[in-house]
T-cell receptor, first 112, second 113 residues
Framework: GQQLNQSPQSMFIQEGEDVSMNCTSSSIFNTWLWYKQDPGEGPVLLIALYKAGELTSNGRLTAQFGITRKDSFLNISASIPSDVGIYFCAGPIERGGNQFYFGTGTSLTVIP | GAGVSQSPSNKVTEKGKDVELRCDPISGHTALYWYRQRLGQGLEFLIYFQGNSAPDKSGLPSDRFSAERTGESVSTLTIQRTQQEDSAVYLC???????????FGPGTRLTVL
């Protein structure tokens, strides 16, 4: 199946630091979505991107839809303890039918 | 308002038994998805329902897996003759259309002994 590669796989940072993670694929995506998943819960949507080159912010979060449509990044500024969780990129590929593909996840730990 | 709910929250079963997992989507949401999440991994698409259209079953891993949804209401995912490799969290999500935000339920953790 499709591979959405996320990096880094895990991060350990100090509270207050900025975080950057990215997602790449060999396929072209129509939409890029970034989700956060807390333990024992389903993922929650953070940011949605719909156009190549689009840069969108949601509070301390900023995400960009890559120009090639094969990648996206998510930045978190001034991290706080509640940012802890697993972050997933996701989206439907062009001409890929109804499947949504999810990345392998980036596990974030914030040290107070 | 009520979110997506799933039941049971946990299910332990013996290898070879059948299990049925239930999803109650948000009222009015036309689209419903099932995903499988193995420990420490991302979500794996299983099946997609949109209104009264034929479901997209392209993600189902084998013919032991099936799902039903009546109209825009409850969906059930059935796994027959469970295997240990079926152990995972099964997540359901609903949305108001394909490109709209998917709202996830808390999942059902299935353990096959």
């Amino acid at each position: 199946g499709q591979q959405l590669n996320q990096s880094p796989q895990s991060m350990f940072i100090q509270e207050g630091e900025d975080v950057s993670m990215n997602c790449t694929s060999s396929s072209i995506f129509n939409t890029w979505l970034w989700y956060k998943q807390d333990p024992g819960e389903g993922p929650v949507l953070l940011i949605a991107l719909y156009k190549a080159g689009e840069l969108t912010s949601n509070g301390r979060l900023t995400a960009q839809f890559g120009i090639t449509r094969k990648d996206s990044f998510l930045n978190i500024s001034a991290s706080i303890p509640s940012d802890v969780g697993i972050y997933f990129c996701a989206g439907p590929i062009e001409r890929g039918g109804n499947q949504f593909y999810f990345g392998t996840g980036t596990s974030l730990t914030v040290i107070p | 308002g009520a979110g997506v709910s799933q039941s049971p929250s946990n299910k332990v079963t013996e290898k070879g038994k059948d299990v049925e997992l239930r999803c109650d989507p948000i009222s009015g949401h036309t689209a419903l998805y099932w995903y499988r999440q193995r420990l420490g991994q991302g979500l794996e698409f299983l099946i997609y329902f949109q209104g009264n259209s034929a479901p997209d079953k392209s993600g189902l891993p084998s013919d032991r897996f099936s799902a039903e949804r009546t109209g825009e209401s409850v969906s059930t995912l059935t796994i027959q003759r469970t295997q240990q490799e079926d152990s995972a969290v099964y997540l359901c999500a609903s949305s108001n259309g394909f490109y709209n935000e998917q709202f996830f339920g808390p999942g059902t953790r299935l353990t096959v002994l």
